[in-house]
């Protein structure tokens, strides 16, 4: 058996802070705003049994509590304030995409059905973008050891699935969307693949340029993986 390894770590720094490629600050800071407002304006309850997190009450308040890429998050209602309970920060990122989850949560159960991205409402209007972020970032970090890939996803809480590719990989990002790699080693005729595809449902959750800054986040969090020792 071939030694694994490690990624490109040249690479990491690269797609450190996803904010280089996303709008400016004061753009998300108003769309955090709206997304507030937004969620104030709905039945709160309702919205936290389709998005399948928990609720508890208590000083004026009612809160949700769901896992956001393993970290568990607190959002308080009608404040919108999000905080984790591991008492790290929120970045501005997470805070927006998990507001936009239970805004959208339709409730509606796993088809059983695997989507490209480019399946989904708009997707092909970002796709570009999308596979230069994912699966294009991953391959170029990776390369030819995609067993470390595996490895990493491992380490994010993703469980292996076979029957896709030569390895498949679902990572939970919310209580009711995952991602599911697709890998491929590759040989002589075709080159290695990453691909990235959803559950059908995925449209019912999030809207696709949350599904593209949520899949750029995985993708660096499984470079910085790559890097750590694996526990024996």
Not at 51 to 58: I, K, P, V
Request: proline share 7%.
């Amino acid at each position: 058996m071939s030694k694994i390894k490690p990624p490109n770590r040249d690479l990491v720094s690269m797609y450190e802070g996803i904010k280089l490629e996303l709008p400016q600050q004061e753009n998300y800071e108003t769309a955090h705003r709206m997304a507030i407002a937004k969620l104030a304006g709905l039945n709160f309850q309702e919205q936290c049994r389709k998005a399948g997190a928990d609720l508890s009450t208590g000083a004026g308040e009612t809160r949700a509590r769901l896992s956001f890429l393993g970290r568990p998050l607190v959002v308080s209602h009608p404040s919108g304030a999000i905080h984790s309970e591991t008492g790290e920060d929120v970045p501005l990122w997470e805070k927006i995409i998990t507001l936009h989850y239970l805004i959208h949560a339709r409730g509606t159960s796993p088809s059983g059905n695997l989507v490209a991205y480019n399946d989904i409402p708009d997707g092909r209007l970002y796709y570009p973008n999308f596979i230069k972020r994912t699966s294009e970032l991953l391959l170029k970090a990776y390369g030819q050891n995609l067993e470390a890939l595996v490895q990493a996803a491992a380490k994010l809480g993703g469980i292996e699935r076979p029957g896709l590719g030569d390895y498949g990989v679902v990572i939970p990002a919310l209580p009711r969307v995952a991602y599911v790699f697709v890998i491929w080693k590759g040989d002589e005729e075709f080159p290695p693949q990453v691909n990235v595809v959803f559950d059908q449902n995925i449209s019912d959750y999030l809207p696709a340029e949350d599904i593209t800054v949520l899949a750029n986040m995985i993708a660096v969090k499984l470079m910085k993986a790559g890097k750590e020792p694996t526990l024996r």
